[in-house]
């Protein structure tokens, strides 16, 4: 199991601005736990994040060695793509790419048409400076805007970004509307269709909803999966205030409950709930 812990997610949309010291100190310990990436920050407009824009401070504080975890930056145009690739430090980009035109007009202020264009782009700046690029498909298990959805949809818009070279896509439960059956029917259908493609999971949940949708996606063959610690972050068009990331929490109880080895330093993660406390408590 490819455990993606994303503090980025989980911080960006907290009004008050967290001190970059202590977001330093919070991904530092991080990185000592193990996990397969940190999503850890994002090169986007301060304006439109303003948590987000000591990013290329935070970068400069963290000890990273040859044995850390990998570095994943968000990006939502190509300014921030150019940007984010200049850091040997970074590993990987994400793009976020929705499969409903609403909410990537909203998102990016691009249409889905515009971005696979600009997805081609940023690819082309990967391969370029030996990066990884890795594509969120969000709404990826429906929308609340009635925008058309349907497995079709997702299928058709991953064998248009696989033929340019992406290897890996996070399908993403924007909003949390995704049940077991949606899940399992969706993960089923794109898995053994693209055999040479990682597929992780990116959910949204309420709590009690969390080890159910885990549970799914495992099933299913899905491997990969992005948590933030305590469960806090999420999507703001939610209606549920309670329906957060995946707490790693939550993906840890499931691991241990089916045998599945995490291979997390649990010591580090202790050490590292004790500094979330300090920033989501």
């Known amino acids: 199991m490819k455990i993606i812990e994303c503090p980025r997610d989980a911080m960006q949309g907290i009004a008050d601005f967290i001190p970059t010291d202590l977001k330093i100190r919070y991904i530092n310990q991080l990185l000592k736990v193990g996990y397969d990436t940190i999503d850890f920050g994002s090169f986007v407009s301060p304006k439109a994040v303003p948590q987000m824009a000591d990013t290329k401070e935070v970068i400069q504080g963290l000890d990273l060695n040859e044995n850390s975890s990998k570095l994943l930056a968000i990006v939502a145009n190509l300014r921030g793509a150019v940007d984010a690739a200049e850091f040997p430090e970074i590993t990987c980009l994400g793009y976020p790419f929705s499969i409903s035109e609403t909410f990537q007009q909203r998102n990016t202020r691009k249409s889905i048409t515009e971005s696979v264009e600009l997805v081609k782009q940023i690819q082309e700046i990967c391969v370029s400076k030996g990066k990884e690029l890795v594509v969120y498909i969000s709404m990826a298990f429906g929308n609340p805007y009635n925008d058309p959805w349907g497995t079709d949809i997702a299928e058709k818009w991953v064998e248009t970004?696989?033929?340019?070279?992406?290897?890996?896509?996070?399908?993403?439960?924007?909003?949390?509307?995704?049940?077991?059956?949606?899940?399992?029917?969706?993960?089923?259908?794109?898995?053994?269709?693209?055999?040479?493609?990682?597929?992780?999971?990116?959910?949204?949940?309420?709590?009690?909803?969390?080890?159910?949708?885990?549970?799914?996606?495992?099933?299913?063959?899905?491997?990969?999966?992005?948590?933030?610690?305590?469960?806090?972050?999420?999507?703001?068009?939610?209606?549920?205030?309670?329906?957060?990331?995946?707490?790693?929490?939550?993906?840890?109880?499931?691991?241990?409950?089916?045998?599945?080895?995490?291979?997390?330093?649990?010591?580090?993660?202790?050490?590292?709930?004790?500094?979330?406390?300090?920033?989501?408590?």
């Open 161 to 281: 970004l696989a033929r340019e070279g992406i290897n890996t896509f996070a399908l993403a439960d924007t909003v949390g509307s995704a049940d077991s059956e949606s899940i399992k029917y969706l993960f089923g259908e794109l898995i053994p269709r693209f055999p040479d493609i990682t597929f992780g999971a990116h959910f949204h949940a309420h709590p009690n909803k969390r080890k159910e949708k885990i549970f799914a996606a495992w099933e299913t063959g899905c491997r990969r999966f992005d948590t933030a610690m305590m469960g806090f972050g999420g999507c703001p068009f939610a209606e549920d205030h309670l329906v957060g990331n995946i707490s790693t929490e939550s993906l840890l109880e499931f691991c241990v409950e089916n045998n599945i080895a995490s291979n997390l330093n649990l010591k580090a993660f202790n050490q590292a709930q004790d500094i979330a406390a300090q920033i989501f408590g």
